[in-house]
């Protein structure tokens, strides 16, 4: 039988918002057993790049990453708000490594090609995550900390999407782990109306899925996260759960199926 891991996926805004942080670095330090933390920061690069004169240019909610705002994403990822993350986690106990796709190779990806003659710049799409390196770190009790981007193999540094990298770590660990992957975000889970903060849609199947995006319920920023989610349950990963972040315990949110 294999033994059981948690994949934490914690998102910009959830970064930005302190005393939400604080609540869940201190349940994520409590969840017992293995564990991994893989975090955003959109909001952060957005708020430095403007302080550096540098305008953040967004499509359909998706940044688009040319040669200054890689440097700035670069920076605020892999330095600001991870090795923030690692430190507040070291306070908490945990043994914390903070880790790009590009350290230990752990995961490559290829330059995103133009997408309906949108060019979205430095952007990766994930080619494969290294699952046994990985649980090889695991292993040795450190709990990494995954910061949203990773590399060509070729010397560049590509931003990539926190969800997709949640999803494709999450993938490669199921080969080794029993793997429980939460998305955590400022809402109580997938709700059937916006506006209606106890609205949790309690699970979603593909056919729900369908169903949902079909008619509307489901639209925007929540259908690529949904798409990773099924996609992460096909390859293998038990349970998938889309959740509040101060409510990480694996009994609140929305579970996908």
């Known amino acids: 039988m294999k033994e059981k891991l948690t994949i934490v996926k914690v998102g910009g805004a959830v970064v930005e918002d302190e005393a939400q942080l604080s609540q869940l670095l201190k349940d994520f330090s409590a969840i017992e057993g293995r564990k991994v933390l893989i975090h955003g920061g959109g909001r952060k690069a957005t708020k430095i790049a403007a302080s550096l004169g540098i305008e953040s240019k967004m499509v359909n909610g998706r940044r688009i990453t ?3 705002m890689l440097s700035v994403v670069t ?6 708000v991870n090795k923030n ?7 908490n106990g945990v043994n914390a490594l903070g880790l790009t796709g590009a350290d230990i190779d752990i995961i490559r990806s290829h330059k995103r090609p133009l997408k309906d003659g ?3 710049g430095y952007v990766g799409d994930v080619d494969r995550a290294d699952g046994r390196m990985l649980s090889r770190l695991i292993e040795e009790g450190i709990t990494p900390v995954m910061a ?3 590399h060509d193999g070729q010397g560049n540094i ?3 999407n926190a969800d997709t990298i949640a999803s494709e770590t999450a993938k490669a660990l199921a080969d080794y782990y ?23 849609i309690p699970t979603i199947s593909h056919a729900d899925f369908i169903k949902y995006k079909a008619d509307g319920t489901i639209s925007g920023g929540m259908l690529p996260k949904i798409e990773n989610a099924l996609s992460a349950i096909d390859a293998g990963v038990s349970r998938v759960i889309i959740t509040l972040a101060t409510a990480i315990d694996g009994a609140h949110g929305t579970v996908i199926k």
């Open 178 to 200: 029993d793997v429980t992957l939460i998305f955590s975000f400022e809402k109580k889970g997938v709700l059937r109306n916006p506006d209606d903060d106890d609205s949790v």
């Open 158 to 160: 590509l931003n990539t």
């Open 118 to 120: 949108i060019d979205f």
């Open 85 to 91: 993350l690692v430190a507040r986690l070291q306070a």
């Open 148 to 150: 949203p981007l990773t």
């Open 66 to 68: 040319d040669a200054e």
């Open 75 to 80: 920076m605020v990822y892999g330095g600001l």
